[in-house]
């Protein structure tokens, strides 16, 4: 696999951060805060994930999903040991939550992963992190868009890194997933297959191979 060019996802995060509350304003649901410090956790967690691209490491392997979860861990609290003292006990909670809920997500991907467009693929692995009960404690919608471009650069897809034009879309979207499960059984399955269509659709028209290294 190619990896990722860290400068030009930060450069697209950035100008995200400095449009945020403009975009926020335009959500059919508002988000919490984005802050500097969510910006420069994401970019340390995209250079955690070209250190496995190295290695060659298969994030849904048993080792890799170790490395999965500290995906989420950088997410939050970035790679300071300080502030990891700090959100021991929570990122321990973390932790077993994924435990409990990445089995039937991971054993989808490997049922998929090689006969799946990679649109579907990706889109897969998200709509089942972000719907209700969520994959992780917190941060499913930026860890779960990291995993997503590593799926989706798995299958020789470019990636797709939030920017400004394209973030009110993808935002709504993920909004919709992350709601349609809601307890009702009949309401999702009628629903659930339309918001994934939709984002399959929005991810091949969005990604962008200037967020990866050139060979």
């Not at 996802?9 to 951060?17: G, V, Y």
């Not at 190295?54 to 950088?74: Q, R, Y």
């Not at 609290?77 to 321990?92: A, D, F, N, P």
Request: proline share 5%; glycine share 4%; hydrophobic share 40%.
């Amino acid at each position: 696999m190619k990896l990722f060019e860290l400068r030009a996802i930060e450069d697209s995060l950035q100008a995200f951060l400095a449009e945020f509350p403009r975009i926020n304003d335009r959500l059919a649901i508002r988000r919490e805060e984005l802050t500097p410090q969510m910006v420069d956790n994401i970019v340390e967690a995209y250079r955690f994930l070209n250190t496995l691209l190295e290695k060659e490491m298969d994030l849904f392997t048993p080792a890799g999903l170790h490395a999965l979860v500290e995906l989420n861990h950088i997410v939050l609290c970035g790679v300071e040991s300080e502030t990891r003292e700090q959100y021991y006990e929570h990122l321990q909670e973390t932790r077993r939550t994924f435990i409990r809920q990445i089995r039937e997500i991971k054993d989808w991907v490997l049922k998929n992963r090689k006969e799946s467009n990679p649109w579907r693929l990706a889109t897969g692995f998200y709509s089942r992190a972000l719907s209700r009960p969520q994959l992780f404690l917190e941060g499913n919608h930026r860890t779960g868009n990291i995993v997503l471009n590593y799926l989706l650069i798995s299958r020789e897809s470019p990636p797709y890194i939030v920017s400004v034009d394209t973030a009110p879309t993808y935002l709504d979207i993920s909004g919709d997933i992350k709601f349609t499960e809601n307890g009702n059984y009949l309401d999702t399955a009628l629903r659930m297959p339309g918001h994934r269509k939709r984002f399959q659709a929005f991810l091949r028209d969005t990604v962008n191979p200037e967020f990866l290294c050139p060979r």
